[in-house]
């Protein structure tokens, strides 16, 4: 999944940036309002981690504006803990969640997994989908005949976006945007690679190739997909 993070003290959004991608993230920066709101409307962000006091403008604005432009992208607001009226205006202002200064990482990423989680409808701790579930933890799936696969980082990220994205046509620059940041070739041919990699791990027939299209992965509906 990609994600936006919007904040401009660059020591915390590069130490954040490097644990949310050990998570399995795929993430771009932004350090001031400005940039924050163009990128928010350009590029297809799965969440966005939103300081509320950047510079040029500010973080309540850039949600303001998605939201009157109709981006619903889903966004977790970044305020001072004792700014309890930051709180109320960011949920005013359209925020799905937010967290005071300073937190624990670990706080950080289980709401960000959780928003994720309500932003496709779904429940539980794992996702589960056509036999197969995917432990976001752990970074391995577990097959139909009980055998776990550990994945790399880049199989775990594609999988997930598959599993979360059931029966759907999803082409290959989709892909692209989804699992890799904003700096990654996009003209590269690694995304087939990977689906190869993927259909050794969980069988050929789970993700079809639609020809000038794209590829479908082979869901079927569970009662904890996520």
Request: proline share 3%; aromatic share 8%; net charge neutral.
């Amino acid at each position: 999944m990609r994600l936006l993070l919007a904040e401009d003290d660059p020591e915390l959004s590069q130490n954040l940036r490097k644990q949310l991608k050990k998570q399995g993230f795929a993430v771009d920066i932004a350090d001031n309002g400005v940039d924050a709101e163009f990128m928010g409307n350009e590029e297809p962000y799965d969440t966005v981690i939103l300081d509320l006091g950047l510079p040029q403008r500010s973080g309540l604005e850039v949600l303001k504006n998605w939201r009157k432009q109709n981006n619903a992208v889903p966004v977790i607001v970044l305020t001072a803990r004792d700014a309890w009226h930051e709180r109320v205006d960011g949920f005013k202002a359209g925020a799905d969640d937010y967290l005071g200064k300073p937190f624990h990482f670990e706080e950080l990423l289980m709401r960000t997994q959780a928003l994720l989680r309500r932003h496709h409808k779904s429940i539980g701790d794992n996702i589960e989908s056509s036999g197969l579930t995917l432990d976001e933890e752990r970074q391995t799936v577990t097959l139909a005949t009980g055998v776990r696969v550990d994945l790399t980082g880049t199989e775990f990220r594609l999988l997930r976006y598959f599993m979360l994205n059931p029966d759907k046509i999803l082409t290959k620059t989709r892909l692209t945007e989804h699992v890799y940041d904003q700096n990654f070739d996009k003209d590269s041919n690694l995304i087939e690679v990977y689906v190869r990699h993927l259909r050794q791990i969980i069988g050929k027939e789970s993700i079809i190739t639609k020809r000038g299209q794209g590829y479908i992965f082979k869901g079927k509906s569970a009662s904890h997909p996520i």
